[in-house]
């Protein structure tokens, strides 16, 4: 089945710096992904939605300046959290649907950020 | 809007005991349904799905059944595992392939 990575899977940073988590398609093109937050012993929140070519579309409450999205190829997606605090310490995860929106979409294994 | 509604967890059973999850949901159209697995520190597994109504997905002696006539995806399973143990999620996909998640249900099974 089709196959999405996620780099790195753990990072530990001081408050104040900026953190790029790669989120790829290995062996399919995705023009679209999607990047979720999900905080300890909860459901996925969706942040926004990646477009290969154009801007991310971001759910309401999300803040585009905070958590810069870039989708620079059919197969790469990146989700920069600047200027991180520890608030947003968190387990941040992506996906990307397969050909049909009636399908199943293909997560990552998440990236597990810690700011301290 | 989309919704969905899951059973509080967690849910603890014993080895070999019988699994009911429930889900209910609320959408405009004809949306697909899933449940999808996470084991801890990992990332979602799709689990089983279905895309129209009466349909039944299964995957790994897990079964759920499109109802829509109750509006409800229940997930069961005739006889758990330990390695079942996990958190399970109900969702369903709208428009532009958006997925509407549910809270989740964590599952505990003991020996």
């Known amino acids: 089945g089709a196959v999405v990575s996620q780099h790195p899977s753990w990072v530990i940073c001081k408050s104040g710096t900026s953190v790029k988590i790669e989120c790829r398609s290995l062996d399919f093109q995705a023009t679209t992904m999607f990047w979720y937050r999900q905080f300890p012993k909860q459901s996925l929140m969706l942040m926004a939605t990646s477009n290969e070519g154009s801007k991310a579309t971001y759910e309401q409450g999300v803040e585009k300046d905070k958590f810069l999205i870039n989708h620079a190829s059919l197969t790469l997606s990146t989700l920069t959290v600047t200027s991180a605090h520890p608030e947003d310490s968190s387990f941040y995860i992506c996906?990307?649907?397969?050909?049909?929106?009636?399908?199943?979409?293909?997560f990552g294994p998440g990236t597990r950020l810690l700011v301290l | 809007g989309n919704s969905v509604t899951q059973m509080e967890g967690p849910v603890t059973l014993s080895e070999e005991a019988f699994l009911t999850i429930n889900c209910t949901y609320t959408?405009?159209?004809?949306?697909?349904l899933f449940w999808y697995v996470q084991y801890p520190g990992e990332g979602l597994q799709l689990l089983l799905k279905a895309t129209k109504a009466d349909d039944k997905g299964s995957n790994k002696g897990f079964e759920a059944t499109y109802r829509k006539e109750t509006t409800s995806f229940h997930l069961e399973k005739g006889s758990v595992q330990v390695s079942d143990s996990a958190v399970y999620f109900c969702?369903?996909?709208?428009?532009?392939?958006?997925?509407?998640f549910g809270t989740g249900t964590r599952l505990q099974v003991t020996l």
């Open positions: 959408a405009t159209g004809y949306p697909s």
């Open positions: 996906s990307a649907p397969s050909a049909s929106a009636r399908e199943a979409q293909y």
């Open positions: 969702a369903l996909t709208g428009t532009a392939s958006k997925l509407t």
